[in-house]
């Protein structure tokens, strides 16, 4: 219609050309058909379906976006609620701290008095071993003075005789009365004894309870790797820490890795040397309890910034690039350093991750030589049961158990050294010989590549096996 309207618009201001020019020629309009105009404008229907689409895409716009920040808050809420916790978990261990120095304090203090009062006690036992010993002299004294009356029973007693007599009764008075006095002193003691006793149980029940509570408290995950969009972000993962130092990087800290076949995780690379190791295992100042269940040491668990466990999983994906070196790094309360390389690998979990060493090189005893093809096991998972053994229930931690502990880096951290051999055992320790224990104050474990050299060492040892078994 409005190209009707345009038109006939046109025809007539044609007709009014001659009349506005001085023409005598009438005007003539021609009604006829109008010429075929091309129109510069989409057809309505088009329009309208565009318009249409852009009126769908706009309310998916605000439906994302308001879906978005509801995710939003609900990722804010969450972390205000694990804010809560953390800072919880914190004021509770601070409170346990204290309470334990406390402790401490008094079971050292009850112990000094214990010390005392057994002193007391033997200096007591002493003095009655010796009256009792006076007491048998004068009874054999006093019977032969019965012996002598009975003889001078049919004569007279002389005076000084009978002063005699006298003394050595007064005497006998005197040691009785010393006696009475000493036992009510032991019985006082004693009670004592069994007060000082009674605090101390008190006292170990409370210690044990917040260990316990302590212990029971949920230990961290390590951070998982947020899943990108974009695929490339992946695929360009380095496989470890080593290539991630081959690109160029130097600073030490926590980087995301991707070995082959494998999900992308995050990882503490130590690139301070002149290789890039990723670290498996820390222990440094006892704030993380170790003895935890299958599943912990499964997945990993910890601090990147303190103490951590990277996970038998994860470690079991970096072992399956093969050509790795398990790089064991130890401190001992004197502040030396010590280090033992082993050629490594490790099993999938259908073989409860059974490990493989052999020693390369090092400053240390090698007690690990007894650990390779041993299972891993924790307190709820006992893979060395079959030998008859009660290893997870006389240790502490997760470990490749072998004869009841050769070495376990994960064992329970003493903030001093041990020093009986039995709680040697039960912490971090590394057997420096058949009836030794090596107490351990820190421990790094990481995994690097083998260098040539070592890798042709370990082929060369491998053919000499062979020769040997032909």
Known sequence: MRITQIALIFVLAVACVPVLCDHEEPPVLDFGTPPETRSRFAPLDDVRLLANGLLQLGQSMRDFVQRTKGQINDIFQRLNIFDRSFYQLSALANEIKEEEEELKKTTVALKANNEEIKGLSEEISSKMESILQEKNGLNSKVEGLEEKL???????????????????????????????????AMKEQSE???????????????FTANMLLFSSSEVPA??????SSSSSTTMNLPSDCNELFNRGERVSGVYAVKPSNSKPFMAFCDLSGDLGETVVQRRMHGTMNFHQPWERYENGFGDFKGEFWLGLQKIRSLTSQGNLMLHIQLEDWNQNRFFSDYAFYLDGAERNYTVHLKHLSGNLPDPM??????????????????????????LS????????????????YFHVRPKG??????????RSSPNACFSVKSTQISIRPLTTNQRLLEESSMWVAMVTEI
């Not at 650990?371 to 893979?383: L, V």
């Not at 051999?421 to 590394?430: A, T, V």
């Open 150 to 184: 009975g003889q001078l029973s049919l004569g007279l007693v002389t005076t000084a005789q009978a002063a005699e007599i006298n003394s050595l009764r007064n005497v006998i008075h005197s040691q009785e009365q010393s006696i009475r006095e000493l036992l009510k």
């Open 192 to 206: 004592q004894l069994s007060l000082q006793q009674m605090k101390i149980k008190t006292l170990e029940g409370k």
């Open 222 to 227: 390590l951070p998982t790797y947020q899943t």
């Open 369 to 394: 030589n007894n650990h390779t093809g041993m299972m891993f096991s924790t307190k709820d998972r006992d893979n060395y049961s079959q030998q008859d053994s009660k290893c997870v229930r006389q």
């Open 397 to 412: 931690g997760g470990w490749w158990l072998s004869t009841c502990g050769d070495t376990n880096p994960n064992g329970m």
């Open 421 to 430: 051999r039995s709680e040697c055992r039960r912490g971090i320790q590394w």
